[in-house]
């Protein structure tokens, strides 16, 4: 049994539970994942920063942590729920405990308490924010502190989640719980990636069709890679917070846009371009976040089962005459793929390298590859 933890949601409601993982308080927006398995890669998704997670599978840290199975170089999330922590893992490549890897990175869980009220409450009343605790049982005092954190809403976390410095793509070699490999990759098509909190089986994507890699920091002047790299193409990362908030980015686009570049986009790189070409965004009610979330190709009527982490979604209806909608999401009818009519320039808002989540969409990657050819 783990210490009592209190969850509280700024509208007052609070649950009970009991504490895994570290220890303290933590803040962030609440929302709910629906994927049924994936959790290594959903905690260190970058998209998911300053986000408290909560998981609507009942049972998580069963298959315990590996090497393989995350998305990059440690845990985003800022908190996570469960109904069920599994105190004992089992599968053959696993090295650690969900609660040690967490203890590892500070950051708190919490379970116990009924995941699908919270959920129902989510869904009724719309993500927000939250704090979870070990330290402070006050529910006003909580209520107070919840209430000063900072929102979702214009906040740009980009910054908090890109690289430093410009690197190349390598393979992994050893067993550390590393994303990033380590051999340099070579290929017929020079890529370069806008690092706004990119996942790690992305990159593996465009090295496996023959793509060399190199990542850049968020706010990196678009002419500043094309001298330095001379890249056959641009490709938009994901990314946590408010797109809208993240200007440098939008103004980078619109430069490679004038270019004509071929450029690919995926989940915050995805409503970027929307910016970039002129429309804008709004902020979902409670998002969309899981494996199973079905989308329509509308050139082609098919319809695919696509993983999806995203709060903030493109308005259509802002958009300019030269640009057409490619995908809508059939749960909602909300925007789900961009492409410019005349431009070698197209973007997704869902996750098509799955990382959890099923493989309907990986073609993309290879359209990318297609444009970048002709």
Same mark, same amino acid.
């Given at each position: ?5 209190? +969850? ?8 009970? @539970?009991?504490?895994? @993982? ?7 927006? #609440? #929302?709910? !994942?629906? =994927?049924?398995? @994936? ?13 408290? /997670? ?7 840290? !069963? ?11 440690? #845990? ?5 729920? /469960? ?22 990175? !500070? ?23 939250? *704090? +979870? ?11 107070? %502190? ?14 908090? #989640? ?7 793509? /390598?393979? %992994? ?17 020079? /890529? ?17 069709? !023959?793509?060399?890699? %190199? ?7 678009? %002419?500043?890679? *094309? ?15 408010? &797109? ?10 619109? @430069? ?18 929307? +910016? ?21 190709? *509308? ?30 999401? +059939? ?12 431009? &070698? ?8 390298? =799955? ?5 309907? =969409? ?13």
């Amino acid at each position: 049994m783990g210490n009592v933890a209190l +969850l509280l949601l700024e509208d007052g409601t609070f649950f009970k @539970g009991q504490s895994f @993982g570290a220890l303290g308080e933590t803040f962030g927006e #609440v #929302v709910f !994942n629906t =994927s049924m398995c @994936g959790y290594q890669e959903i905690l260190t998704d970058p998209s998911y920063k300053y986000q408290i /997670v909560t998981m609507t599978y009942p049972m998580i840290g !069963n298959y315990g942590i590996n090497p393989e199975d995350i998305e990059s170089d440690k #845990v985003q999330v800022s908190g996570f729920v /469960v109904k069920e922590y599994s105190k004992t893992y089992s599968n053959y490549r696993a090295q650690r405990s969900l609660d040690h890897y967490l203890k590892q990175y !500070n950051i708190m869980g919490i379970e116990g308490l009924d995941t699908r009220a919270l959920t129902i409450h989510l869904r009724d009343k719309g993500s927000m924010r939250g *704090i +979870l605790s070990t330290q402070d049982s006050d529910i006003n005092s909580l209520r107070r %502190k919840v209430l000063e954190s900072r929102e979702m809403t214009g906040a740009d976390l980009v910054k908090e #989640v890109t690289v430093t410095e410009p690197y190349a793509y /390598v393979q %992994k070699t050893d067993e550390s719980l590393l994303a990033y490999p380590q051999i340099k990759s070579k290929g017929n098509f020079r /890529v370069a990636v806008y690092d706004y909190g990119v996942k790690s089986n992305i990159l593996r994507k465009l090295n496996d069709r !023959n793509c060399e890699l %190199k990542i850049y920091p968020a706010n990196t002047p678009y %002419k500043d890679i *094309i001298s330095d790299f001379k890249p056959d193409g641009f490709f938009l990362s994901n990314g946590p917070g408010d &797109p809208a908030a993240v200007s440098y980015a939008i103004e980078n686009i619109q @430069g490679i846009l004038d270019l004509n570049i071929p450029t690919f986009g995926i989940c915050l790189g995805h409503q970027l371009l929307g +910016l970039a070409f002129g429309g804008k965004t709004y902020k979902l009610k409670f998002g969309h976040r899981g494996g199973n979330q079905p989308v329509k190709n *509308i050139s082609t009527d098919k319809v695919e089962i696509t993983s999806q982490n995203h709060g903030f979604c493109v308005d259509d209806k802002s958009l300019p005459e030269d640009v057409q909608v490619t995908h809508i999401n +059939l749960n909602d009818n909300t925007t789900e793929g961009l492409r410019h009519r005349t431009k &070698p320039v197209f973007s997704v808002q869902y996750h098509p390298e =799955s990382s959890p989540g099923p493989h309907d =969409s990986d073609y993309l990657f290879d359209e990318f590859i297609e444009i970048m050819n002709k």
